[in-house]
C-alpha cells in the first residue's frame, strides 16, 4: 500500500506561482485529510472519471487500452534503452501475456518516454481499424492476461505460494532470465479500457525466488514397462512401445551398465517386461523439468503401466 500524498505533491507543484489556487487548494486538501490508498487506485478514480465524462456525450466510448514497461538497474541511469535489452525482454513479456489469457495476444510499441527507459505499447486488435475500436469488449483478452501476469508478479515479489498460476511460470521463467541477465527490474503497468490500473514489479528479490522455483528435486517410483522393442542403441538404451497402435506410449529405458542390455541380447520386435525406476525431476512448483526410465531387471509378468501424475 502507498500513499496518496504523491498526487498531492504533484498537485501542490503545479500552483506553486499562483499564490490564490495554491492557498485555496491546500486548504481543499487539508479538508480531504490523508488517506492511505494505492496510487493505482486513486489513478483508476481519475480515469473513470474521465470515461464517465466522455460517456455522457457518446454512450459507447471507452478508453485506450496501454501497457507501460520500465525497466530500472544499474545501467539505466543515463536514461537510455539499449537494444538488446527490448530484444531479450519483450518478445517474452508478450508470450507470457498470452499464457495468461489463454489466447495468443500481439502487443505493439507505441512510444518511449522521453528520456527513460519507459517502453509503451499496447493490443495489436484493439486498434486494426475504427470499426474493431467499436467492436473491442469492455474486457479484452489482453486485460484479462494482463491482471493474471500482474498478481503472479505481485506474489513473486512478495515469495508467496504460485502454485494458482503454475501454468504461467515457464513464461515468467523466461522474463525473469532476461531480466538477469541484464541485471534489470521491471516495473508493469496495465491500464484497461474500463479505466482501471494495475500495476506488479519483478525486481531482484522476485528474480531469486523464481530463480529457487526453478530448483528441481527427484521423485522416484518403481514401474512395470511390458511391450516390444522398436529401437536398440549400444550406449544402453531401449525403446518400448507398449501398444500396437500407431500412437501407443513409447519409452527410452537406460541400462546403467550397457554391457547387461549386450547379455540380454534383444532383437527389434522382442516382448519384453522391465522393472523400471520412474525418475520425475520436479520444480518447486510442481513441473516435471526431466523424466528418465532405469532398467532395474525382469518383471515376472506382465503388469499394466500406471504413472501417478
Known sequence: MTSSDSWRKRRRALLRDDPGAAEAAERLLADMGTEERHDDAIEADHRASRLAAAREYEPNARLDEELRLRLTGPDTGSGALRFQWGDALLDPVERAVSAAARTPVQLELTGLSAGSTVIHARPVSAHATDEAVLDVPATSATSTGMHAFTRLLDALESEEDVQEWSRLFDSVDAVARALDKYALNLDVTWYDANGG?????????????????????????????????????????????????????????????????????????????????????????????????????????????????
Open 197 to 309: 490500473v494495475r500495476s506488479a514489479r519483478l525486481s531482484e528479490r522476485g528474480r531469486h525466488f523464481v530463480a529457487r522455483l526453478r530448483e528441481t528435486q527427484p521423485r522416484d517410483q518403481e514401474l512395470t514397462i511390458s511391450g516390444r522393442i522398436t529401437e536398440l542403441r549400444e550406449s544402453g538404451w531401449v525403446k518400448v512401445k507398449t501398444g500396437t497402435a500407431k500412437n501407443a506410449p513409447a519409452y527410452d529405458v537406460h541400462f546403467e551398465e550397457p554391457e547387461a542390455l549386450l547379455r540380454m541380447r534383444p532383437g527389434l520386435g522382442d516382448n519384453v517386461h522391465f522393472r523400471v525406476r520412474f525418475r520425475q525431476s520436479l520444480d518447486a512448483v510442481g513441473i516435471a523439468r526431466a523424466t528418465e526410465y532405469t532398467y532395474l531387471g525382469p518383471a515376472a509378468e506382465q503388469v499394466p503401466l500406471t504413472l501417478d501424475s
